[in-house]
């Protein structure tokens, strides 16, 4: 697994090999599963990481995260949701903030259909993670100097207010449209390996979103940033192979 000791998988030169072998195929732009098309020069970008990951890239990288985690049989039922979710639900905030009775207010459908968290903030990524047993979303950050805790809470609180009421609109069972409409808790997770690029932090929140899902909070907080160059690769080694194929 990506960031985890001991490391699980091939050697260096296997995985450069078949990095070089993918981008070798890289004939056309990949399609990915929600339409978005990336390049070659996308892909080169991403593994360089000399300027900040875009948002397309980001996107299309959760798509392949929430891919290889449906078919991980292993996993508690969880999802990933990608920037345009943010985004579509932080624009109906003033809407839902005018609202008398906010049980009343119809979320878009486009936020319906989408249902999952990483976000962007001023251009430098973070992962929010979600916890609806304990009513929390948990911020974390690889790069916490460049906010504080105070402004990150004040741009994440719109979500914060309206994903009680979104959830309870798409339960899929009587206790979920039942949960409490108060507001959910904002807390910045601590000890989470730091980066000091901002043009790093878009492949370690995805790569801190996976560990996160898969070995719950530990797997963050203990994740190597050593081999960040080797793991970039193989991520687009496996996203050229899933989108190409």
């Given at each position: 697994?990506?960031?985890?000791?001991?490391?699980?998988?091939?050697?260096?030169?296997?995985?450069?090999?078949?990095?070089?072998?993918?981008?070798?195929?890289?004939?056309?732009?990949?399609?990915?599963?929600?339409?978005?098309?990336l390049t070659s020069k996308d892909i080169?970008?991403?593994?360089?990481?000399?300027?900040?990951?875009?948002?397309?890239?980001?996107?299309?990288?959760?798509?392949?995260?929430?891919?290889?985690?449906?078919?991980?049989?292993?996993?508690?039922?969880?999802?990933?949701?990608?920037?345009?979710?943010?985004?579509?639900?932080?624009?109906?905030?003033?809407?839902?903030?005018?609202?008398?009775?906010?049980?009343?207010?119809?979320?878009?459908?486009?936020?319906?259909?989408?249902?999952?968290?990483?976000?962007?903030?001023?251009?430098?990524?973070?992962?929010?993670?979600?916890?609806?047993?304990?009513?929390?979303?948990?911020?974390?950050?690889?790069?916490?100097?460049?906010?504080?805790?105070?402004?990150?809470?004040?741009?994440?609180?719109?979500?914060?207010?309206?994903?009680?009421?979104?959830?309870?609109?798409?339960?899929?069972?009587?206790?979920m449209s039942q949960v409490a409409s108060?507001?959910?808790?904002?807390?910045?997770?601590?000890?989470?390996?730091?980066?000091?690029?901002?043009?790093?932090?878009?492949?370690?929140?995805?790569?801190?979103?996976?560990?996160?899902?898969?070995?719950?909070?530990?797997?963050?907080?203990?994740?190597?940033?050593?081999?960040?160059?080797?793991?970039?690769?193989?991520?687009?080694?496996?996203?050229?192979?899933?989108?190409?194929?």
């Amino acid at each position: 697994m990506i960031g985890q000791t001991p490391a699980v998988g091939d050697t260096e030169n296997a995985v450069l090999q078949r990095f070089e072998k993918a981008m070798k195929a890289f004939k056309r732009p990949l399609t990915c599963v929600d339409g978005t098309m990336l390049t070659s020069k996308d892909i080169s970008e991403m593994v360089g990481r000399q300027k900040s990951m875009p948002a397309k890239v980001m996107d299309s990288l959760c798509m392949l995260g929430r891919h290889l985690l449906r078919d991980d049989s292993r996993k508690p039922r969880l999802d990933v949701l990608d920037t345009k979710f943010v985004s579509m639900l932080t624009k109906l905030y003033p809407k839902f903030s005018r609202t008398d009775n906010r049980a009343d207010f119809k979320f878009s459908k486009a936020v319906i259909d989408k249902i999952e968290g990483r976000g962007e903030v001023d251009r430098h990524w973070v992962f929010l993670a979600v916890d609806l047993s304990s009513r929390k979303i948990q911020i974390i950050n690889c790069n916490a100097n460049l906010r504080t805790d105070a402004s990150m809470k004040t741009e994440i609180r719109p979500i914060a207010e309206m994903l009680p009421y979104l959830f309870r609109q798409v339960a899929a069972n009587d206790e979920m449209s039942q949960v409490a409409s108060t507001q959910y808790e904002i807390a910045r997770v601590a000890d989470v390996p730091q980066v000091n690029s901002t043009h790093d932090a878009g492949l370690v929140a995805y790569f801190l979103m996976l560990s996160h899902a898969i070995f719950g909070m530990e797997g963050s907080t203990d994740f190597d940033l050593t081999h960040i160059d080797l793991e970039a690769k193989k991520v687009a080694t496996v996203g050229s192979y899933l989108y190409l194929c």
